[in-house]
């Protein structure tokens, strides 16, 4: 995609980044909640991100799908 249709279709940066933020949010409260007992506060955030990041790796199809119904315009045969 071309910068400025990407542009175009996001003029608002909060909606490519900020999509699922809530989902995200409990996700990792969740995570940092499930930590042993005596993990370090930074430790607890790193496994929260590293669940985030795996969660990306293995729908990164999924997560595509997902910001393009959010955006009819994007819906088109080019977008696999």
Not at 49 to 54: N, P
């Amino acid at each position: 995609m071309h910068e400025r249709s990407f542009f175009r279709l996001f003029p608002d940066k909060r909606d490519v980044f900020f999509h699922s933020m809530e989902t995200m949010q409990r996700e990792a409260v969740a995570v940092i909640a499930g930590t042993p007992e005596g993990t370090s506060p930074v430790d607890a955030v790193v496994a929260a991100f590293g669940q985030r990041c795996e969660a990306i790796q293995r729908n990164r199809h999924a997560a595509l799908v997902r910001q393009m119904s959010s955006r009819p315009t994007l819906n088109c045969a080019s977008a696999t």
